[in-house]
């Protein structure tokens, strides 16, 4: 009741009194004022609350902002070391990679330089064999590469191998790169040696231990087919011999007998078969040469290649008399100047004028053999003489008991003339095999 009596009217404003004395002083606070100050009071007031909350806080914001920055830190310096143990793994990975490629790389030109130095065991005995009529086929120079190695090289050489050294090349070729290969020209085996580049290392490494394997083994097989040829043209010799009726002492070798204790191929080394494979070529080699000159020791050659019979060895009706008469060896048509030949080495113990030989040359061959030349126009040895096969011993004439230029051939063992074409014959059959 007491406010709507007064409803509608002014409210006066709030003043503010001080007394002092006898002085008085007065304010009057209008409602804005108040409602500022009031407002002031209230910042104020929120403003200490907010203050001492943030102090009362702060640490623990601190503290939190503190291990906020210390779990990324850590996180950081975790990943960090992953990266370095990666980093690391990788390196170690890479480090055995290379010891193991340098430790491949040295065992292959450990293998290179011994394939080498069998190639020159090797090259003497094939041109040996050649000189001794041996026909089986060597493998060919350009047909095995080798590629030069070098430990110690960095793995990344690997990748670009170009390979370049002959089976029977006795020296090293260059190196190229850090790994040491050299190019050379394109050969027939370029086939082969394209395959040696490819961009894996451990593939190329692969491919050089391959044929560094192909090469051994064709070493190895090359020492065998050239042992078996060398046996094979002997056995060749020795039976075309017999059956011309040449008493000869060697005996065939059968080359398809087989047998022995078996001994597993691993038991064996390389260099152990290399070593027996020499062994084998070179005994091969020896009894072909023993063959040979026990076959040349016979007078087989004949005296003047190319020149026709005209009288042959036994009875026939004398040239000069016109009765029978034993006619002791065969005559062959010859030119005046014709030049005469050893048939086989031998040591000259008649060399001037014989009766009705004329002007002869006699040559004792060993076994009981010599051989006669009659009717001469020119003597070229002298007594005592040691002539080769096809030795030049004198000329074709018509000296002595002739009626024309010829040859009068003799073939004497022990003192008794037999028949020359026995061993003409004989060497034709066997000269396709000397």
């Known amino acids: 009741m ?18 002092q004395g006898d002085r008085i002083r007065h304010f009057t606070i209008r409602p804005w004022v108040m409602a500022l100050g009031a407002s002031l009071l209230l910042a104020v007031a929120a403003g200490y609350l907010i203050a001492t909350g943030y102090l009362i806080m702060r640490d623990d914001l601190i503290n939190a902002a503190v291990l906020r920055q210390a779990r990324v830190q850590h996180a950081y310096e975790d990943r960090i070391a992953s990266l370095r143990a990666q980093v690391d793994r990788i390196t170690s990975h890479r480090l055995l990679d290379q010891q193991f490629m340098e430790s491949k790389i040295a065992e292959l030109a450990t293998r290179q330089s011994a394939l080498a130095e069998r190639s020159g065991t090797l090259a003497p005995l094939l041109e040996r064999a050649r000189g001794r009529g041996v026909g089986a086929q060597a493998v060919p120079a350009d047909a095995l590469p080798v590629p030069a190695l070098r430990p110690g090289a960095d793995q990344a050489a690997l990748e670009t191998i170009v390979p370049a050294n002959p089976l029977l090349a006795s020296s090293t070729p260059p190196v190229q790169a850090a790994l040491g290969f050299a190019p050379t020209a394109r050969t027939a085996a370029s086939a082969k040696t394209d395959r040696l580049a490819p961009a894996d290392p451990l593939t190329a490494l692969g491919n050089v231990t391959t044929t560094l394997d192909e090469i051994e083994t064709a070493q190895l097989e090359q020492l065998g087919v050239l042992a078996r040829a060398a046996h094979s043209k002997r056995n060749a010799i020795i ?3 017999r059956a011309s009726g040449l008493p000869i002492r060697s005996e065939a070798t059968p080359l398809d007998a087989a047998g022995g204790p078996f001994v597993p191929i691993g038991e064996m080394s390389a260099d152990q078969s290399f070593e027996t494979g020499i062994e084998a070529l070179q005994a091969a080699l020896d009894a ?19 020149r026709a019979i005209t009288s042959g060895f036994g009875p026939r009706r004398d040239p000069i008399l016109g009765r029978s008469a034993f006619h002791a060896g065969i005559d062959f048509r010859t030119p005046v100047g014709t030049p005469i030949r050893a048939p086989a080495a031998g040591r000259v113990t008649k060399a001037g004028r014989h009766g009705g030989y004329g002007k002869m040359v006699e040559l004792d061959h060993g076994n009981g053999l010599k051989t006669r030349f009659a009717h001469l126009s020119r ?3 002298a007594i005592g003489d040691q ?29 008794k003339a037999v028949n020359p074409m026995r061993y003409l014959k004989a060497g034709t059959r066997i000269g396709n095999h000397l």
């Open 239 to 241: 039976e075309a011999a």
């Open 387 to 415: 002539v080769a096969a096809g030795e030049r011993v004198g000329a074709a004439g018509n000296t002595g008991r002739s009626t024309g230029p010829h040859l009068h051939y003799e073939v004497r063992k022990n003192g």
């Open 2 to 19: 007491g406010q709507s009596a007064v409803f509608g009217r002014r409210q006066q404003p709030h003043m503010i009194v001080i007394a």
């Open 288 to 306: 072909l040469e023993h063959t040979k000159s026990e076959v040349t020791a016979f007078p087989i050659a004949h005296p003047a290649p190319g």
């Open 379 to 381: 003597i070229s040895v």
